[in-house]
């Protein structure tokens, strides 16, 4: 069964280091996106790629955070530099393009994040 | 920003009891999805409700929604102590691509 992939699992950083997390989506999934969830609340949308064009970064900390898909594939988010406040679960989630107004997302495993 | 509340915030049962999760939203809405989520792990969908849509069934699960109330409510009968997971609400708002996720709902089935 096809499934969206991550790395790494869990990644241990020492405030003001950067930091980076890989996202392969499903095969032909044209949507991608990256979702933060704090420990004991719900996910919250970071990014969202329709194909390799920004759909809605508007919850982005852009002063520290950028995600880019540039062939329209994987993905990678990264973090420069990371603050106390970034450790949580960071997750990757794809759609196909042809769901329509379905949305469902397939998952990955998420990567864990420590700033120290 | 969260767009739904889950109610309760946490729930213990025993086994073959059956349990319901609440969730509540602010904004119209095109469907309603949810997710199980088990401890550190990635989100798994479970089931959508659409907007013209007031009761959906899927194995032990039943889903209703109240598009009036703004409010929806999962119940899993005949619990099962692999049913004990983290289980959220999402809404696709109606413009609006992305899904918002309530809060969850933290249950656990004791054996």
């Known amino acids: 069964e096809a499934e969206v992939a991550q790395s790494p699992r869990y990644k241990i950083t020492e405030k003001s280091q950067a930091v980076a997390f890989w996202c392969d989506p499903i095969?032909?999934?044209?949507?991608l996106y990256w979702y933060r969830q704090i420990l004991g609340q719900g996910p919250e949308l970071l990014v969202q790629?329709?194909?390799?064009?920004?759909?809605?970064d508007s919850q982005l900390p852009k002063d520290r955070f950028s995600a880019e898909r540039l062939k329209g594939v994987d993905s990678t988010l990264k973090i420069q530099p990371a603050e106390l406040g970034d450790s949580a679960m960071y997750l990757c989630?794809?759609?196909?393009?042809?769901?329509?107004?379905?949305?469902?997302?397939?998952f990955g495993e998420g990567s864990r994040l420590t700033v120290l | 920003s969260q767009q739904g509340e889950e109610d309760p915030q946490a729930l213990s049962i025993q086994e073959g009891e059956n349990a319901t999760m609440n969730c509540s939203y602010k904004?119209?809405?095109?469907?309603l999805q949810w997710y199980r989520q088990n401890s550190g792990r990635g989100l798994v969908h479970l089931i959508l409700?659409?907007?013209?849509?007031r009761e959906k069934h899927s194995g032990r699960l039943r889903v209703t929604l109240d598009t009036s109330k703004k409010s929806s409510s999962l119940l899993i009968t005949a619990s099962r102590a692999a049913d004990t997971a983290s289980y959220f609400c999402?809404?696709?708002?109606?413009?609006?691509?992305?899904?918002?996720f309530g809060s969850g709902t933290r249950l656990q089935v004791q054996p």
């Open positions: 989630a794809s759609s196909p393009k042809t769901s329509g107004d379905t949305g469902e997302l397939f």
């Open positions: 095969s032909g999934h044209a949507t």
């Open positions: 790629f329709q194909d390799e064009s920004v759909v809605d």
């Open positions: 904004t119209s809405i095109n469907n």
């Open positions: 409700i659409r907007s013209n849509e």
């Open positions: 999402a809404t696709r708002d109606t413009g609006r691509r992305a899904l918002t």
